[in-house]
């Protein structure tokens, strides 16, 4: 039988050879924005390593939407080819779809790259910062400029014209980052959005932004290709969103069009998130498809194969996603595919000498709660109110 980590999953027009995503993962080293042998190598990778679907890292739509002058973009011309060259090296040489995720960093922009020093402003050389209220990420960070509806529309704009670069560029499937504080996301939160316009208050009107720049995205997204959204679940800060307002945005969400919903939680603010064990995403992921029936992607601390069979076995989540598993072991779905005994994984044609190599990696068996249905709930307790101790950071990257 085959492992239902190793069955295809469609959406419109693409089929993913399987349920293993490559989560978006900044890696600060493109330059203004333009993808180089760096990302050929780190996405290509993934792609010969058997994950069936591979997210490029946060792209920005705009020059000053990056989160440092390391970030890739996808807002001037020369963009494309280089996108284009990594996009045909993956749909050449493996069976794997490739996807393009479109933020735009808000107040969250102009910091040092993450081996500097995660989220503090840049020494020199700063660009100006937009967000849906003038609060500063940190208390000496540069403080963003409040939006105007021209602003507004032109961040719209920015997503379409970036969402016909990445048609151009052949991309097969585009992420939305409506998560982890970035701009569109700090106009969803009320923590960030002290707005009194259209664009703030209600989560109806917090949402907005978000609607408009999907419906904008969708009309000039070619029909058979799917979009996903990623959101932030839950703030993990009281007076912030909660999985109640979650499963509303979802519903908003899943109303406008979306084909898929990435979720994930936190990072909203610089504040540390709860660090709690095992798949705690997984269960939000698990109420918003099983409550609005919408398709969700689960994100977060996978380790096991196992785990990613009882996620799509269960019903919990369609993709599985992981980040820092695969920069550990790039060929991670190779050899899961292998533990398990699975043959169905085919090979590029360069490498099929390796199927005659005996592996010594071996799988432990599956933990009990790993085994079965039914599982839905055996980590219940994240779906409550916000958990009481913030016990370090458990971080989301970007
Ligand atoms: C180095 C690094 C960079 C990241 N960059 C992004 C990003 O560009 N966009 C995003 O949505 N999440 C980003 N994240 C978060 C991951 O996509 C993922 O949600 C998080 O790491 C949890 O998954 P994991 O436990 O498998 O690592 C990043 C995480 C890491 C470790």
Redesign the pocket.
Known sequence: MTPPMFTPFSLRGLTVPNRVAV????MYSAEDGTPNDFHLVHLGGFAMGGAGLVFT??TDVDREGRITDGCAGIYKPAHVPAWRRIVDFVHNTTAAKIGI?L?HAGRKGSTKK?WEASNEPRDDGNWPLVAPSPLPLLPHSQTPREMTKADIAQLRDDFVRAARMADEAGFDIIEL?F??GYLVSSFISPLTNHRTDEYGGSLINRMQIAIEIFHAVRAVWPDRKPISV?ISAVDWIDGGTTIDDAVEIARLLKKAGIDILDV?TGSVTAEPRPRLPGLFQTPFSARIRREVGVPTIT????ASPHEMNRVVDNGEADLC?????H?YDPFYTRHAARALGYKGLPWPKQYIAADMFTSPWTLPPPATHDRGRPQLDDRREVLGPTPQTLVGSQ????
């Open positions: 989560s978006p993962m900044c890292e946060m995720q933020s993450m980052h998560a982890h990623r994930s994100v977060g601390a996978f996603m992981m980040a820092r598993g920069l971080d989301n990257g970007s």
